[in-house]
């Protein structure tokens, strides 16, 4: 909460997204937002510096390619590095599938790769084989979490977000 004034946002109508192991999402408002459409979407209001309010929502971070890293580096020995994943991911760009990552069963899986791959195939889309095909479903999946809840955070609070700052 402390770090949010030094987000480098453009205007008041800038998103900040805080990306680690959880992401944050969300804006700064001059009162809280409280209404159940709020509520029911899992936003909360956080005080914030000079007694302004983060509207915000908590979503699954990097936990996932964390998790995905750590078993395929008990796989074969050696874990990639964060590039080496990026690129087999871009490598698989015509690769669909697409999980929701607001789902329970990717807190805490036996094996996340598994889950993933369980996902895919429960929802009747093509189950990834390669690393870049499990990559690329999990960043795709990721971006279109982060998206929703933009649009989702837009129609609660009546306004048009013109940027989004990751930190």
Known sequence: GSAYPAVPARDADAVFLSSGTWSLLGVENEGPITSDASRF???TNEGGFELRFRFLKNIMG???IQSVRRELGEQTGTRPS???LIAAAQEASSFA???STGDDRFLAPDSMIDEIR???FETGQDVPQTVG???RCVYVSLSSCYAESIAE??????RTYTSINIV
């Not at 955070?153 to 009546?158: K, Q, V």
């Open 133 to 135: 095909q499990l990559m």
């Open 82 to 84: 964060f590039p080496e």
């Open 153 to 158: 955070m837009a129609s609660l609070t009546g």
């Open 62 to 64: 990097l936990w996932m």
């Open 118 to 120: 369980r996902a895919c």
């Open 97 to 99: 599938g697409i999980v």
């Open 41 to 43: 979407q899992n936003f």
